[in-house]
C-alpha cells in the first residue's frame, strides 16, 4: 500500500517564477493538507483540501493556490515566488482528522 | 482554534539516559494528540498519537507519552536514549474545526541530541 507520495523531490526556480508541486495521497484517504517547513522551524499549514474545495486556510498569501482532483491527489502553486518561499513542502493525507500520513516532501529553492 | 507549545528547542542527553520532551497544547474542543519525529532531510515518520481511550500512549522504538488533560500536556518519553534517537521532534495537535473538519497544528519542534 503506497503512503503518501510528492514530486518533484528537490527543484530550484528563480524569484518571480511559478511552480507546482504534486502530491498523491494515501489509498483511502480524501483529505490533503500543505505545509511549509522552513529551515529550522516547525511545519505551517497553507490550507486544506476536501472533495476538491479548498476547506480551510492558513495565513498564507493568495500567491499560494492549489487544486485538487477526483482521484483525491492535489497540487499546490506559488506564483511570483520570494526568497522567503524558499522551504521544505509537506503533503499530508488523513481521513476524518486522526490518521495523517506524510510524505517526504519537495524541497524548493528559490535563488 | 489550537496551539501547541514545545518547550526547549534544544534538548541534549547522554545514551542510556532519559529522554523527556515537553509539549503543552491549548484547544477548546477535545484534541487528538501526536508526536513525529523527522531526521535530517527527511520527512515527517508518526512516533505515535492519542485519540480517545488509555491516556499512556505506546509509540515506535521505545517512545510513549501520557495525555494529562488537566494539565493540558502531551510530554514524550523514552527510558533510555540511543543515538539512533538524534533527530528533531514535533508535538501536533490535530482539533475538529466545524463541517466535517480537522487542523492538524504544530509546535515549533525539539532537536534531541544524544552524546556518547
Known amino acids: 500500500d503506497a503512503g503518501v507520495t510528492q514530486s518533484p523531490t528537490h527543484l530550484i526556480k528563480t524569484r518571480g517564477q511559478q511552480v507546482t508541486l504534486r502530491c498523491s495521497p494515501k489509498s483511502g484517504h480524501d483529505t490533503v493538507s500543505w505545509y511549509q517547513q522552513a529551515l529550522g522551524q516547525g511545519p505551517q499549514f497553507i490550507f486544506q483540501?476536501?472533495?476538491?474545495?479548498e476547506r480551510q486556510r492558513g495565513n498564507f498569501p493568495d500567491r499560494f493556490s492549489g487544486h485538487q482532483f477526483p482521484n483525491y491527489s492535489s497540487e499546490l502553486n506559488v506564483n511570483a515566488l520570494l526568497l522567503g518561499d524558499s522551504a521544505l513542502y509537506l503533503c499530508a493525507s488523513s481521513f476524518w482528522g486522526v490518521g495523517y500520513t506524510f510524505g517526504s516532501g519537495t524541497r524548493l529553492t528559490v535563488v | 482554534a489550537q496551539s501547541v507549545t514545545q518547550l526547549g528547542s534544544h534538548v541534549s542527553v547522554s545514551e542510556g539516559a532519559l529522554v523527556l520532551l515537553r509539549c503543552n497544547y491549548s484547544s477548546s474542543v477535545p484534541p487528538y494528540l501526536f508526536w513525529y519525529v523527522q531526521y535530517p532531510n527527511q520527512g515527517l515518520q508518526l512516533l505515535l498519537k492519542?485519540?480517545?481511550?488509555?491516556?499512556l500512549v505506546k509509540g515506535i522504538n521505545g517512545f510513549e507519552a501520557e495525555f494529562k488533560k488537566s494539565e493540558t500536556s502531551f510530554h514524550l518519553t523514552k527510558p533510555s536514549a540511543h543515538m539512533s534517537d538524534a533527530a528533531e521532534y514535533f508535538c501536533a495537535v490535530s482539533a475538529y474545526s466545524g463541517a466535517g473538519s480537522y487542523q492538524l497544528t504544530f509546535g515549533k519542534g525539539t532537536k534531541l541530541s544524544v552524546i556518547p
Open positions: 483540501y476536501y472533495e476538491e474545495e
Open positions: 492519542y485519540t480517545t481511550g488509555a491516556t
